[in-house]
């Protein structure tokens, strides 16, 4: 909050208290002028008319003032500013990635390489689907799915795939086998494509729905502000143990004996998307991402009044003490990253999008890779996956990978 802000906030404060002191006296006598009524006739009501008229002239004074205290209230992160040399960045990068990591909180330790058991494994026609689960260090059972394609590689480039949230709680990595929100099945085409690729159940998604603080019976929203509470007691976000789990999923993908760890890329939509960002912002061994939707700048959501349009899970305290989403993102360079955003989609106000791609940009530079960062923002488009989306998805798939 703005110095200003917090002096005119403490005014107010004092005058508001004055004021309802005032009119608190004033409707004591108006009850006792009118409790006398009978008595006293019409020359009570002359007598209460002052009195009446200065209680609506007191809300009427209050009322305006709320609004005009809501917009001093601005919230604003430190400028974020990319250097002029690489050697500089590359410093300062460290320092950027150290403090997301410090404010995603106390997180359980990662082990070097994850205990997965692998539970079952189906010839699905075109690929074969693997089922596994590891405990993520913090008493959950993690379920995921690798999808294996049929060929005679020994070693497969791979996608590790973020499911959306969209309030389908029963959804999570099932996503991957419909079309509910993408214009084809993703697990058909990219296997056919020749990705090997791996995703897991979010907290409170698919198979761990029910898992969760409430019990069985407390699913959906309901779980997920559960769980968010519990975590944050923690120390921690549920944000950062949705990010731990998938960097260790990530680690048992590095894992796999049939994975080219140098052809590895993540992906997803919605929240899958603010999960791709993330994970290439922690995790140099991505070579590549491409994200749907959710391109949303923080300071940016709340100008617009959009805090709405993400769920309790999305938000890590004291993140705009230091940035903004430009300076995640910007930790993703100079690796090759795609973004596809709708100019309705109101989770991601447009003059967000516009003043991260500005920032990003300028960290590419300082590699010469400015050309790595593609921002396409669709016009007329809301919060959806289009045909064309899906297209360029593909493709750049297949660029960067094969």
């Known amino acids: 909050m703005q110095s200003s802000a917090k002096g005119f906030y403490c005014a107010y404060n004092k005058a508001r208290s004055q004021v309802f002191a005032t009119v608190k006296c004033c409707l004591k006598k108006l009850c006792a002028n009118f409790a006398s009524l009978r008595l006293c006739g019409k020359n009570t009501l002359r007598s209460s008319l002052p009195i009446l008229i200065a209680v609506m002239a007191t809300f009427c004074f209050i009322a305006p003032l709320r609004p005009i205290l809501a917009q001093t209230m601005k919230v604003a992160a430190p400028e974020f500013k990319i250097p002029n040399t690489l050697a500089e960045w590359q410093t300062n990068r460290k320092a950027v990635r150290d403090t997301l990591i410090k404010l995603m909180g106390a997180l359980p330790a990662r082990p070097k390489t994850p205990l997965v058991q692998i539970i079952s494994r189906e010839d699905k026609g075109n690929y074969f689907e693997e089922r596994f689960t590891f405990d993520n260090g913090a008493g959950a059972t993690v379920p995921g799915v690798v999808l294996i394609p049929k060929g005679h590689l020994r070693k497969y480039p791979a996608i590790y795939y973020c499911h959306w949230h969209g309030g389908n709680y029963d959804l999570g990595k099932r996503e991957l086998f419909t079309t509910h929100h993408t214009p084809q099945i993703p697990a058909d085409v990219l296997t056919q494509m020749g990705f090997l690729v791996v995703a897991i159940d979010a907290?409170?998604?698919?198979?761990?729905?029910?898992?969760?603080?409430?019990?069985?019976?407390?699913?959906?929203?309901?779980?997920?502000?559960?769980?968010?509470?519990?975590?944050?007691?923690?120390?921690?976000?549920?944000?950062?143990?949705?990010?731990?789990?998938?960097?260790?999923?990530?680690?048992?993908?590095?894992?796999?004996?049939?994975?080219?760890?140098?052809?590895?890329?993540?992906?997803?939509?919605?929240?899958?998307?603010?999960?791709?960002?993330?994970?290439?912002?922690?995790?140099?061994?991505?070579?590549?991402?491409?994200?749907?939707?959710?391109?949303?700048?923080?300071?940016?959501?709340?100008?617009?009044?959009?805090?709405?349009?993400?769920?309790?899970?999305?938000?890590?305290?004291?993140?705009?003490n230091h940035f903004d989403t430009e300076a995640i993102i910007s930790l993703a360079a100079p690796r090759p990253m795609l973004f596809m955003t709708g100019d309705e989609d109101?989770?991601?106000?447009?003059?967000?999008?516009?003043?991260?791609?500005?920032?990003a940009k300028r960290a590419y530079q300082l590699y010469g890779a400015e050309g790595s960062f593609v921002n396409v923002v669709y016009p007329h488009t809301g919060h959806v996956y289009t045909a064309d989306m899906w297209e360029r998805m593909t493709r750049w798939m297949m660029t960067q990978l094969k």
């Open 346 to 359: 109101s989770g991601s106000p447009v003059e967000g999008i516009y003043r991260i791609e500005k920032v």
């Open 203 to 320: 907290y409170c998604f698919g198979e761990r729905s029910g898992n969760g603080p409430g019990g069985t019976n407390e699913k959906g929203g309901a779980e997920e502000l559960s769980t968010s509470k519990r975590e944050l007691w923690l120390g921690r976000s549920l944000w950062s143990m949705m990010i731990h789990d998938d960097r260790m999923a990530i680690d048992y993908l590095f894992t796999r004996p049939d994975v080219d760890v140098s052809r590895v890329a993540v992906t997803g939509i919605s929240m899958g998307a603010t999960r791709t960002w993330w994970l290439m912002a922690l995790d140099e061994r991505l070579k590549t991402g491409v994200a749907v939707g959710c391109m949303t700048r923080y300071e940016d959501l709340i100008a617009a009044q959009q805090l709405k349009a993400h769920g309790i899970y999305y938000f890590v305290p004291g993140m705009l």
